[in-house]
Each structure stands twice: as C-alpha cells, then as structure tokens.
Antibody
Framework: EVQVLESGGGLVQPGGSLRLSCAASGFTFSTYAMSWVRQAPGKGLEWVSV????????YYADSVKGRFTISRDNSKNMVYLQMNSLRAEDTAVYFCAKEGGPHLSKWYRQYWGQGTQVIVSS | QSVLTQPPSVSGAPGQRVTISCTGG?????????VHWYQHLPGTAPKLLIY???NRPSGVPDRFSGSKSGTSASLAITALQAEDEADYYC???????????FGGGTRLTVL
C-alpha cells in the first residue's frame, strides 16, 4: 500500500525558513517523481514543485522560484521542501504526492498525503 | 484567477448526473496536454479520480468519467451519492509556465 506522510509544518515569522519532510513507502521510491502542492486558506490547490526520481530534475512554480528548494534522499525514501524568505501568502496546507505517468508533461499526482500546515505570521 | 476555469459550484439530487467543466487555453489543454481530475474533502488527502483525460485508477467507481475536446475537459458523475459531496479540481501541464496548473475548484453539493 502506497503511503505518503508529511511533517515539519508550523508557525514561522515572515522572512523565516522552514523545512518540510515527506516520508513515502509502498513503492520503488527512486523510480517515481514526487511533488508538493499547497492549499491556502479558503483557496484552491496550487502546484508548488516537483522532483524527478533520480533527483536530477526539479521544477518550481513562479510564486516560489528562488525561495523554495525541493530535494530527495532515495536511501531514506524522503522528499524535502526547504522554504526560505517566507511570506504571509505562503500560509497553506502543504501536500506531498507521488507522481504517476511516463514522463514530465504526463505526470499527475497519483497518491497524496494528508498535508502539513504552514502559517507565516508575526 | 486560475489558468484553468471551472464553475465554482454545481449541485444535483441523489441518483442524478452532473458535469463539471474545465476550460483552458493554447498553452495547456488546447496544446494537447492531458487533463487530470481530483476529489478533495477538506481536511483529508486529495484523491486522484481521472488521469490522462479519461482513465480511472483502480478503485474509482465507473460512475466517474472524464473527457476532453479542444480547449476544455469535463468530469461527469452519474448516479450521484451523498458521499460524492466534495471539491473537484482539474489539472493540466502548461508549457508557457513550464509547470502544472489547477482549476479553481468546483464544490459539488448533493441536494
């Protein structure tokens, strides 16, 4: 059974940093891309970032480019999202997801975690 | 303002059929990129309903179906059940943004 579990959320001041973690199990981790999607309060889903199975390719939404960094440790079946220079508008529930699909433009979010809450406020 | 446009809400009585539209543009749906659909009950993990325009993952009832034509896609739900009440999102790849875009979401109410 595929499982995805996020952790690391919390309250952080504007301009601060936070690192989210995502533990995955139930599949050959290094074979699949992994992504982060967020949902701000009262808003819809927003794609944030994706990393390829071997970690060699990463992609970011314009809203987080230059501030967020996605990475993975295939020896631990973990994905991370390092969030720097946080803003109030980054306040959201952050979901980690296992990708499906054969290649980049056909990737989709196949299995999702329950999310971790990030609040950026002074 | 989402790149993909969905109606904010739809409703239907138990047993009825509803459809949710998703309209995009020349850099996403019209460009030929696949459309995917997700079901989300607030406070829970979103669930993949349809991938690759019309494919259902195992375990998703055949009451859910997807289609795509031109600049738009649709999710149809037949034989509505109370448990279908949720938010539904379409998603596609966008070449001008070099990333994925979601629709604004549609709240389905089962009357």
């Amino acid at each position: 059974e595929v499982q995805v579990l996020e952790s690391g959320g919390g309250l952080v001041q504007p301009g601060g940093s936070l690192r989210l973690s995502c533990a995955a199990s139930g599949f050959t981790f290094s074979t699949y891309a992994m992504s982060w999607v967020r949902q701000a309060p009262g808003k819809g889903l927003e794609w944030v970032s994706v990393i390829s199975g071997n970690g060699g390719s990463t992609y970011y939404a314009d809203s987080v480019k230059g501030r967020f960094t996605i990475s993975r440790d295939n020896s631990k079946n973990m994905v991370y999202l390092q969030m720097n220079s946080l803003r109030a508008e980054d306040t959201a529930v952050y979901f980690c997801a296992k990708e499906g699909g054969p290649h980049l433009s056909k990737w989709y979010r196949q299995y999702w975690g329950q999310g971790t809450q990030v609040i950026v406020s002074s | 303002q989402s790149v993909l446009t969905q109606p904010p809400s739809v409703s239907g009585a138990p047993g009825q059929r509803v459809t949710i539209s998703c309209t995009g543009g020349s850099s996403n749906i019209e460009a030929g990129y696949d459309v995917h659909w997700y079901q989300h009950l607030p406070g829970t993990a979103p669930k993949l309903l349809i991938y690759g325009n019309s494919n259902r993952p195992s375990g998703v009832p055949d009451r859910f179906s997807g289609s795509k034509s031109g600049t738009s896609a649709s999710l149809a739900i037949t034989a509505l059940q109370a448990e279908d009440e949720a938010d539904y999102y379409c998603e596609s790849y966008d070449s001008s943004l070099s990333g994925w875009v979601f629709g604004g979401g549609t709240r389905l109410t089962v009357l």
